[in-house]
């Protein structure tokens, strides 16, 4: 898509625009370059990987994470979020659940966007990928849900700039982040995604990979879960809208007790969150590092909306 700058802005103000937008564009491989140094300068400190609790800086924190706490407990291990969708969807968007308003949005990160159909063992998988082919200081994986593709956690415009902050706050901090289509949910698609983490840990050894999953989605990680090999070179998971694995404490990932994050809407009318949040307090109760976001009136496609990926990324990359 290409933005135009609106017709009541004067000249002059519309070619300081233009400088400031060439610029953020024409520096963006120099900045993620300096940023992927020092980060990966963190993650190789004291010969293994280390992340500050903040490591990714704020990125349009005051219009993504300004968010109304209406309830903590557990020692802020549980959060329940005021949602209100005139003011979050309406007031947020430019076309409601379409395109979000231009300010919530940076568009520089497109230079280090690519779509790539990967080879991984005999599977193909196509994927977009944000960010260094190789030695990434961390990797990010989005597993969409029913109906979906790699274009849905590519779109800048959608669910409210969200998908275009992570892209941002991942790629440029010198990560790299992967959009796949999932073909099917079953084990064709946990071996798929096995052979991306594969992919990805190849690429940069020894870095983060954290996988996030949406919807029917959350299956493949449940999957990716019970998979000791994908497990050793996971760092952490959220579930967002996903279905309850009664099985979790068997898995390879609950062994290893790498931190596991939950977002749900209270009012999702495909997976209960009451079903999520029982999960949920059974591994806060085995001290667990576990945490959960509950968006009071959400629905199913809520936290994809909401959820503060700095707070989330930032709290794996340093558990």
């Known amino acids: 898509m290409i933005c135009v700058a609106g017709r009541g802005m004067a000249s002059g103000g519309r070619l300081q625009e233009t400088i400031r937008m060439r610029m ?3 520096d963006y491989t120099v900045i993620s370059a300096i940023a992927a140094f020092f980060l990966s300068a963190a993650v190789l400190s004291a010969g293994g990987p280390t ?3 903040d490591a990714l800086p704020p990125f349009k924190d005051d219009l993504f994470s300004k968010q109304t706490v209406l309830q903590t407990s557990e020692g802020g291990a549980l959060e329940v979020i005021d949602y209100d969708e005139m003011r979050d969807i309406n007031g947020r968007d430019q076309i409601p659940e379409k395109r979000a308003q231009q300010k919530y949005v940076s568009l520089g990160i497109r230079k280090a966007q690519a779509d790539e159909t990967l ?8 994927v ?5 082919v190789a030695n990434a200081a961390f990797t990010v994986i989005f597993i969409h849900g029913r109906d979906g593709d790699r274009r849905l956690g590519a779109n800048d415009y959608s669910f409210g700039g969200n998908f275009n902050r992570l892209k941002n706050l991942v790629a440029g901090n010198g990560g790299v982040y992967y959009s796949p289509t999932v073909r099917s949910f079953d084990s064709n698609g946990v071996a798929a995604i096995e052979g991306l983490i594969r992919h990805a840990s190849a690429q940069s ?3 983060p990979v954290i996988l996030s999953c949406a919807s029917m989605g959350s299956q493949v990680c449940w999957g990716i879960a019970r998979d000791e090999a994908s497990v050793k070179r996971l760092r952490g998971m959220l579930i967002m809208s996903g279905v309850t694995d009664p099985d979790f404490t068997r898995s390879a990932f609950y062994k290893a007790k790498l931190p ?24 806060l109760k085995a001290k667990y590092p576990t945490r959960f976001t509950l968006f009071q009136t959400g629905n199913h496609g809520t936290p994809i909306r909401m959820v503060d990926w700095r707070r989330v990324l930032n709290w794996i990359l340093a558990a």
Not at 128 to 132: A, E, F, I
Not at 260 to 283: C, M, N, T
């Open 24 to 26: 953020s564009t024409s």
């Open 51 to 53: 992340w500050a609790a």
């Open 119 to 126: 080879s991984l063992e005999g599977i193909r998988l196509d």
């Open 128 to 132: 977009t990928r944000v960010g260094p």
């Open 205 to 207: 050894p020894g870095r």
């Open 260 to 283: 596991l994050w939950f977002a749900h809407g209270s009012r999702d009318p495909v997976y209960a969150a009451a079903d999520q949040q029982a999960l949920f307090e059974s591994l």
